[in-house]
């Protein structure tokens, strides 16, 4: 096998060079991965804006990935070379407080492929073998890059506790039609989207939700009041990520339901909460950070049995080489979902 291979680099704010560098060398715990796709996310927009992570670079981001095992350590189990494989991204000691108490994400030595670590914009990727999952039989390789995003839906679908005939009000469509299809299986109704961009609420409805709103149509607060006899809605996900939506998911909220907190500000960003709305309206916050251990296993379930079916959100391929200039397209064009790029293509697919 080559020594090296070609990787994605961020060296610095709003530097990405694509370069040779060696193949990350695996220990006895760790699995090798030849990649085939990584789906981009926001995270490596703000990665590469040094809006997060800056003290991690020099990084090779990407973390929706699948590939096919390469080289398989001594330790790992029920993973053989060629399986197409992805990996749960969240890494943590093990054997600190949180770790102890089954709450990996909040490790205080929390890392994440991709994103604190060396990730899947390369040829090659290595992982801890207990966190590569084996993709089934029936999950294309495209799909098994999807698994991270829906994984982080499921265990924010989770955190809030949706039951079963509560509406939910979801602000944003781009993860937020994800929302709307984990929501819609757990049993809510009404399932409301809010977004700007009229395909992909066209999107959103066939992937879950009963009613759309067009924020430069309609007012999305009073929309979602009138769409739940005036209360508000028993659940609402903020997927956008700035104060204003934040501020905007507390008051479309009813009393004594609950704000899922999913999108991701700045991080000095600030939040205008009325404590009347925490105290004497019980409203609730549930945080979560990404999808982890058995979200995954869940994602995987999901997917494969076509309870999610997200190839209407694949939009297309790009060969690593054009990364930068597709995660500027992705902020100018709107109409774009899940666009993946690949080390093994020289030019662009549309999907
Ligand atoms: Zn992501
Ligand atoms: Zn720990």
Not at 132 to 140: A, G, M, Q, R, W
Not at 330 to 351: G, P, Y
Request: aromatic share 6%.
């Amino acid at each position: 096998m080559a020594q090296t291979m070609k990787a994605a680099v961020i060296e610095k704010p709003e530097r990405l060079v694509i370069k040779q560098v060696p193949v990350p060398e695996i220990n006895d715990d760790e699995v090798l991965i030849k990649m085939k796709y990584t789906g981009i996310c926001g995270t490596d927009w703000s990665i590469f804006t040094g809006k997060y992570s800056a003290d991690r670079l020099p990084l090779i981001p990407g973390h929706e990935f699948s590939g096919n095992v390469a080289k398989v350590g001594k330790n790992a189990e029920g993973i053989s070379e060629g399986d197409p494989v992805t990996a749960d991204i969240n890494m943590s000691c093990g054997h600190c407080f949180y770790c102890r108490r089954g709450q990996k994400l909040m490790c205080r030595e929390f890392t994440q492929l991709g994103i604190h670590k060396d990730g899947s914009y390369a040829e090659y990727v290595k992982a801890p073998w207990e966190q590569v999952h084996v993709l089934p039989e029936s999950l294309d390789m495209m799909t098994g890059a999807f698994i991270e995003p829906v994984s982080c839906v499921i265990h924010s679908a989770k955190a809030m506790k949706v039951e079963i005939g509560s509406s939910i009000a979801i602000i944003g469509s781009g993860l937020g039609v994800l929302h709307a299809a984990v929501a819609r299986h757990r049993g809510a109704a009404p399932v409301i989207v809010i977004g700007r961009n009229d395909i992909k609420l066209k999107i959103a409805k066939e992937m879950g939700a009963d009613f759309t709103i067009n924020i430069k149509k309609e007012d999305p607060v009073e929309t979602v009041r009138e769409l739940t006899e005036g209360r508000g809605a028993d659940y609402v996900v903020e997927a956008v990520g700035t104060p204003q939506t934040y501020e905007q998911a507390f008051e479309m909220v009813r009393p004594g339901g609950t704000v899922a907190a999913f999108g991701i500000t700045g991080v000095d960003d600030i939040v205008r909460v009325k404590s009347f709305d925490l105290v004497l309206g019980e409203k609730n916050v549930a945080g979560s950070c990404a999808g982890v251990g058995k979200d995954w296993n869940d994602a995987i379930a999901l997917l494969r049995y076509g309870r999610i079916r997200p190839e209407s959100l694949f939009s297309m391929v790009v060969p690593l080489e054009d990364l930068q200039q597709a995660l500027e397209q992705l902020r100018t064009d709107k109409s774009l979902f899940k666009v993946f790029v690949s080390s093994e293509i020289a030019e662009r697919k549309i999907l």
